[in-house]
């Protein structure tokens, strides 16, 4: 099959780490019967100062027309561009992985999936200021919340089944008191141990004991601050990819922003980027029914690991390796993988 995928490469490292997962994806290319057509796109704040947009329509319109999109990280543009963009097509879940690796040094060992609503929340954006005082509103629906706590379900009873709810229902009584009552009304007919946390005990627990926690489910805002502490326990944010997923499209992306400090430099570390291409090859492999993209994000998966585990970092994870050093390492292993079954 082949597969037209829109790509946006953002800001910072990222032309950097996009241009290290293109070698792994055209290793994939050259290795199974699976080929994608590419297309560039521009998103974030460079887009912003040459084109006027962080997200311009074009950008939009490829991504609605492609079969998958991947993005690199962007800047200060966030709430324009990657904000937007999931509201615009109504990406509501965001999945967020945090894994911990052997060869990576980590705080705590954890293997969990954050299930984060993607669209609300006050991500939603309705700020205004009257004469000093600033208001944000926060926006959490019935019909949001069912549909990402069935999202949640959908990845427990595949995994551990165990789904935590993260909320802060004794202070926000009306807005979390309804993401509460709905996510534990829609996990509670499944056969899942379904517990609750405050937001603020689970950042605790995180913490004192990672492994106890499989899928944990999050209205918007709690779900991007756990998921960069999750992922700092599992190593650090240059292994943290995710999805955002609606029903007829969605987008691949690391975790991480742009890191400005390290742009150029030929030190990021590009595993976030090649992990989410992972997930966005299984997403098609799944929504497919494609074994050939299944197989691929499968082999990347391995080498991943494999590679990790061999000492092929960056800096920033103890190695010695560039970035391009890196994706050429994951390319060749890649292939390697493929061709020895
Ligand atoms: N702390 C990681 C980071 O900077 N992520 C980019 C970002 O702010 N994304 C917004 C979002 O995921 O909602």
Known sequence: MRYRVAWMKGDGIGPEISDAAIEVLNSIQESLPISFDIKFYDLGDRSKIERGSALPEETVEGIKSSDASIKGPVGESAFESIVAIRQKLDLYANIRPARSYEGVPHAGKIDAIIVRENTEDLYKGIEFEVQGVATSLRIISEKATRRIAKVAATYAIKRRKHVTVVHKANVLRVSDGLF?????????SGGLTVDEKYVDAMSMALIRNPEQFDIILTPNVYGDILSDEASQIAGGLGFAASANIGDLSSLFEPVHGSAPDIAGKGVA????????????????????????????????????????KGGILTPDAGGRLTTKEVGRELAKGVKEFVQTG
């Open 180 to 188: 509460r009552r709905v996510a534990l009304e829609e996990l509670g």
């Open 269 to 308: 570390n590009p595993y976030s980027m090649v992990m989410s291409l992972s997930m966005m090859l299984n997403h098609i492999g799944i929504s497919r029914s494609d074994n050939e993209a299944m197989r691929a994000s499968a082999a990347i998966s391995s080498v991943v690991e494999k590679s990790i």
